[in-house]
């Protein structure tokens, strides 16, 4: 059931959805948390779409918020959807004027009492989520370097601009690898003296996972790029040999292991409801990614910082 409010408050919005909840049968509460959602109008579809499909497995409130701004004057208007294409309530608000600069004003009314609560931007991420108004509402608040324009300069922002809570999809890309790399390692080997990771460029997701084997494994890890897709190559150097995960298509993987038989491993490149649904598994916060995006920025620091190297004089013209 869809209900279209326009000009409206927040009390109207609670009464539709205590109307409409009350019109199909369903409970008045069930919901684990609050998702808080915010987008515009070409990435809202995406965004809310995955978002429901998240609420069959974390039963939450959907709030969509899309800022409108412009100079028209405050208001805002109201979607909400009951039993569309999930178990949850989805309420998408559209602000006009200086509303748009305090919206969480008119989401603090809607939010779930007494449950968590999550703040996600699917688009561009804020240099410091926990400093927008709707960030500073969540315990958790998730961004998408790959949403911008420039991936790893908005990853060195996030790490500037961490906070307890904070998390961003290109760690959740590599809990894949991560978890396979791990299993590769907890079996004996000889000493990991290298690591070199290949990815598309601008890679974020490369980048963290650079950071967390360099954190990890005491030792320097390299990212160049390739074709793609994703992240395509990590290759361990041993004093035995080497040990790689290789993936070139974006669904199996190689694993090679200087004294064992190659084997092949599914390593399906995930969607954005099944990234969007692992974070909200766990809702404290995450101190390994906190580890490997610091280190990832202080490694990214010394490579721009280091001096170029000093022109060599050239040979005087011997005299004739």
Same mark, same amino acid.
């Not at 010394?302 to 011997?318: F, L, Q, Y």
């Given at each position: 059931?869809?209900?279209d409010?326009?000009?409206?408050?927040?009390?109207?919005?609670?009464? !539709?959805?205590?109307?409409?909840? +009350?019109?199909?049968?369903?409970?008045?509460?069930g919901?684990?948390?609050? $998702?808080?959602?915010?987008?515009?109008?070409?990435? #809202?579809?995406?965004?809310i779409?995955?978002?429901?499909?998240?609420?069959? @497995? +974390?039963?939450?409130?959907?709030?969509?918020?899309?800022?409108?701004?412009?100079?028209?004057? /405050?208001?805002?208007d !109201?979607?909400?959807?009951?039993? @569309?294409?999930g178990?949850?309530e989805?309420?998408?608000?559209?602000?006009?004027?200086?509303?748009?600069? +305090?919206?969480d004003?008119?989401?603090?009314?809607?939010?779930? %009492?007494?449950?968590?609560?999550?703040?996600?931007?699917?688009?561009?991420?804020?240099?410091?989520?926990?400093?927008?108004?709707?960030?500073?509402?969540?315990?958790?608040?998730?961004?998408?370097?790959?949403?911008?324009?420039?991936?790893?300069?908005?990853?060195?922002? *996030?790490?500037?601009?961490?906070?307890?809570?904070?998390?961003?999809?290109?760690?959740?890309?590599?809990? %894949?690898?991560?978890?396979? *790399?791990?299993?590769? $390692?907890?079996?004996? +080997?000889?000493?990991?003296?290298?690591?070199?990771?290949?990815?598309?460029?601008?890679?974020?997701?490369?980048?963290?996972?650079?950071?967390? *084997?360099?954190?990890?494994?005491?030792?320097? !890890?390299?990212? /160049?790029?390739?074709?793609?897709?994703?992240?395509?190559?990590?290759?361990?150097?041993?004093?035995?040999?080497?040990?790689a995960?290789?993936?070139?298509d974006?669904?199996?993987?190689?694993?090679?292991?200087?004294? #064992?038989?190659?084997?092949?491993?599914? $390593?399906?490149?995930?969607s954005t409801?099944?990234?969007l649904?692992?974070?909200?598994?766990r809702?404290?916060?995450? @101190?390994?990614?906190?580890?490997?995006?610091?280190?990832?920025?202080?490694?990214?620091?010394?490579?721009?910082?280091?001096?170029?190297?000093?022109?060599?004089?050239k040979?005087?013209?011997?005299?004739p």
């Amino acid at each position: 059931m869809i209900i279209d409010l326009a000009n409206t408050t927040t009390r109207k919005i609670q009464e !539709a959805l205590s109307a409409t909840r +009350h019109r199909m049968g369903g409970p008045a509460t069930g919901k684990v948390l609050t $998702l808080i959602v915010v987008t515009d109008e070409a990435a #809202q579809y995406d965004a809310i779409r995955a978002s429901a499909e998240v609420a069959r @497995e +974390h039963p939450c409130r959907i709030i969509g918020v899309i800022a409108r701004g412009g100079a028209s004057e /405050s208001r805002f208007d !109201a979607e909400v959807r009951v039993g @569309e294409s999930g178990p949850g309530e989805t309420v998408l608000l559209r602000l006009y004027g200086q509303l748009a600069q +305090h919206a969480d004003s008119v989401v603090l009314p809607l939010l779930v %009492p007494d449950t968590p609560v999550v703040t996600w931007w699917p688009g561009s991420a804020p240099a410091k989520p926990s400093d927008e108004p709707l960030g500073g509402l969540a315990q958790r608040r998730v961004t998408d370097a790959m949403g911008g324009s420039d991936p790893l300069g908005t990853l060195k922002q *996030l790490a500037k601009g961490y906070r307890p809570g904070d998390t961003d999809f290109a760690w959740a890309r590599i809990t %894949p690898w991560r978890s396979l *790399l791990a299993a590769a $390692l907890d079996q004996p +080997h000889a000493d990991v003296t290298g690591v070199k990771i290949e990815g598309e460029g601008e890679n974020p997701s490369g980048a963290l996972l650079g950071g967390w *084997l360099s954190q990890r494994l005491g030792v320097p !890890a390299d990212v /160049s790029p390739s074709a793609g897709p994703g992240i395509t190559a990590v290759r361990l150097a041993t004093k035995a040999g080497e040990i790689a995960v290789t993936r070139p298509d974006g669904r199996v993987a190689t694993l090679s292991r200087y004294d #064992q038989p190659d084997r092949q491993v599914a $390593l399906q490149r995930r969607s954005t409801a099944d990234l969007l649904a692992e974070e909200l598994r766990r809702l404290d916060p995450d @101190e390994v990614y906190h580890d490997s995006v610091e280190r990832f920025a202080k490694s990214a620091e010394v490579t721009t910082s280091e001096p170029e190297p000093a022109a060599k004089p050239k040979p005087r013209a011997k005299k004739p």
